[in-house]
């Protein structure tokens, strides 16, 4: 295969490998963003109602909202405004300071339903049955390289073999990631759990919750509604350590749902089954040269808190925007070395914050029981515990480093406010920073060829700080009563200069 999916490259082409959703949404952007985009996807092109992910979190939502989709999803899925752990600790949601007040207990393929259809309009080129085999980084590889490219070598699904290049490619393919393994980086961890069953049945009792979880003694199980009639029940019993390979039937379902939740709700018609070992891991870089990872191919937790997918599509807006501004020639290549900085330090902290809640659902001994209720005890009567634990496992509470003598706003998330133009979310879709001045300013900064990229808006309320906001959402630069030459020297430095 010849052109620019074979052996010669636009240097401007990005090659996404995997198609789940984080590779979904950092695909899509790049291509809404006019950069060429191939996605390379070793299934062959279905989205699989066998996956995992059941929750969808407020940070992860506003991400969605950026771009339009998290409306949709809305409809479609079921929100929760109650959290409850180990029958002691609870906390509201409807207090989060979001307007996703909730989670969204939605099914994996809703999220990449929509997300697909986008990469689509977008004009993403999708390449199934594909399979990486090698990835070779030419010369100006590194990491702070304005030329260069990588290449990528595939196996199609008849055999045949095709060579891609581009100037980046992100390693998007999950826990057993070609890509990682491909440029020689580790995935040191362990497993936490084994012999979690998993299983996709009817049942003839409705649950009282949206979602249901518990664990007694030595049995925990989950249950989470798919909208189809039909539900996923995950469950692990301590004492049946088994490899993944055994063979599993419903009757054992059965058995480890009575015995964490004292009843199997009348659960029948198993359309599948599973067994399936939960990992802790994480690759030490996220970046080596021209190649990138994200979602489960930089980092894999245990189910606990619902934060797997929700950090992958974190990590996806958190790139996109970036890559676009080096390729469209806006952004010095180095800030992309702020992609590892900034999102390598979130994903140990979900590892730690995950391995917590798994860690504290399979106490058993005396002490760890104490422990666990005294933790719990201590999170329900301290408000700054529970705002902690709260804020990291929805992802609103999480801040990036800032540079020395930054404003204090400087790598803060920003809330969908309410602007003069509307609301923030809005003003952020295509990609665009967002200018947010007092509303006694006149001056019309968005001007040259930095129309498309920048929004201009102020605040409805008496506010003097200016602040510029990245696209995914974030503070670039705030100042309290800047004048026009200071603003224009934080846009010149964010966005380029203005042509």
Known sequence: ???????????????????????????????????????????????SNLSRAFVVHARTLEQLDARGLADELEAKGRPLDRINLFGRFSA??????????????????????????????????????????????????GSDAGSGTVAVEVRGPAGETDRLTAAYVVGTDGHRSAVREAIGLPFPGKSVIRSVVLADVRLDEKPAEVLTAKAVGDAFAFIAPFGDGYYRIIGWHRGRDVPDSAPLDLDEVREITRLALGRDYGMRDARWMSRFHSDERQAPAYRVGRVFL?????????????????????????????????????????????????RH???KAVLRSSGGIVRLAMAKHPWALVLRAALTTLANLLPPVRTRVIGQVSGLGYKYPAPRGAHRLVGTRVPDVTLTTGRLHEALRGGRFVLITPRATDRPYAHGDRKDRLAVARWTSDRRTTVLVRPDGYVAWAAEDADVATIEAALTAALGAAS
């Open 345 to 347: 330090p979130v994903g």
């Open 92 to 141: 509201r949601l409807d207090t989060l300071p979001s307007r996703f007040n909730h989670l969204l207990v939605i099914p994996q393929y809703e999220v990449e339903k929509v997300l697909e259809r986008r990469a689509v309009e977008a004009g993403v080129r999708f390449r199934y049955e594909t399979e990486v085999t090698a990835v070779e980084q030419g010369a100006g590889a």
């Open 1 to 47: 295969m010849n052109g620019r999916n074979g052996n010669t490259s636009d240097s401007r082409d990005v090659i996404v490998v995997g198609a789940g959703p984080t590779g979904l949404l950092l695909a899509g952007d790049l291509a809404a963003a006019g950069i060429p985009v191939t996605l390379v996807e070793k299934r062959r092109h279905e989205i």
């Open 294 to 342: 994200a979602g489960d191919a930089a980092h894999v937790h245990t189910p606990a808190g619902g934060q797997g997918m929700n950090t992958g599509l974190q990590d996806a807006a958190n790139l996109s925007w970036k890559l676009a501004a080096v390729l469209g020639g806006h952004a010095d290549p180095a800030l992309l070395d702020t992609y590892e900085a900034e």
